[in-house]
């Protein structure tokens, strides 16, 4: 099985790449289109900011890309923000698969920004996650958020409930580092791999 990690301006990739050999997948990291388009599976992670970010893939031809995409496609935090239609992160017009807003945490007096830490997981639906996985903590490290919407399998409340995971045809998204939250995140890197 190929199994391409999108390589572009954001952080955190090869700690994506150790995640995937922990659970004995060899992964590519790459920025070429023709292994990206011939890949089994592709993840497109990373920790950066929105607009920067999608000016990138954009002078390099990369967001046609990623949207064209016919085989599952995992985005993980940035990854799934740039997926959605909007972020307020810079005010910018994303990939648009996930036809929902990133909005920015507003201060409560209560609750830090950024939610940075572990919390639980509520499933909503099905697929790359299950019922095992309910009530089990996952990692964030985010200011942004996307609300609860038709795509969302997954929710975590910080400050109000957001989405957690979404999924639309081949694509899936988790605002949660999978492969930062131990045994529950490789599970679910796992069964992405997994999918048929």
């Not at 002078?59 to 940035?78: A, F, N, S």
């Amino acid at each position: 099985m190929k199994v391409a990690i999108i390589k572009y301006n954001a952080g955190n990739i090869y700690s994506v790449d150790c995640a995937l050999k922990r659970i004995g997948v060899d992964a590519v990291i790459t920025d070429d289109k023709e292994i990206i388009a011939g890949a089994d599976k592709v993840i497109f992670p990373g920790v950066g900011e929105a607009k920067s970010t999608m000016e990138y893939l954009k002078h390099h031809k990369m967001d046609q890309l990623i949207k064209d995409l016919k085989q599952p496609v995992l985005g993980i935090c940035i990854g799934m923000q740039l997926m959605c239609a909007s972020s307020e992160e810079g005010n910018v017009e994303c990939l648009g698969i996930f036809d929902a807003p990133v909005k920015a945490f507003l201060p409560d007096g209560k609750h830090k920004i950024p939610h940075m830490g572990w919390n639980d997981l509520h499933v909503r639906k099905e697929n790359i996650i299950t019922k095992e996985h309910e009530g089990k903590f996952v990692y964030y490290v985010h200011s942004f958020y996307v609300p609860v919407n038709e795509f969302t399998i997954a929710q975590t409340d910080y400050i109000q409930p957001f989405s957690a995971a979404l999924n639309k045809d081949n694509f899936y998204a988790t605002q949660f580092h999978a492969e930062k939250s131990g045994s529950t995140g490789e599970s679910i890197l796992k069964n992405f791999i997994d999918l048929k």
